[in-house]
């Protein structure tokens, strides 16, 4: 057996402003997906700023964290800029 969850919020602070947050969670039941992986979580929060009507600029920081089966963990966490155009 296999589940998967996931939700995002988002809050326009201002008019060029917007904050986001996305939490989700997999977790696996090794006689069902064949995988050594039993569980991934990830949490990430952004910051979106819209420099022009048709380009945002997009900040974002996570922390993924992973379990196995045989009890190994691992955790990476992560920085990412970009930007969006919108035509």
């Known amino acids: 057996k296999s589940s ?3 939700a995002q919020v988002t ?4 008019s060029k402003v917007k904050l986001g947050l996305g939490v989700g969670k997999s ?5 069902y997906t064949g995988s050594d992986l ?3 979580e990830n949490t990430t929060a952004a910051v979106y700023y819209s420099l022009t009507p048709s380009f945002t600029v997009v900040g ?3 922390a993924t964290k992973s379990k196995g089966f045989d ?3 691992a955790k990476q966490s ?4 970009g930007g969006v155009f919108f035509f």
């Open 27 to 31: 977790t696996n039941d090794k006689a």
């Open 11 to 14: 809050y326009k602070a201002t």
């Open 38 to 40: 039993k569980s991934n």
């Open 60 to 62: 974002e920081v996570g």
């Open 71 to 73: 009890g190994t963990q």
């Open 78 to 81: 992560n920085v990412s800029v």
């Open 4 to 6: 998967h969850t996931f």
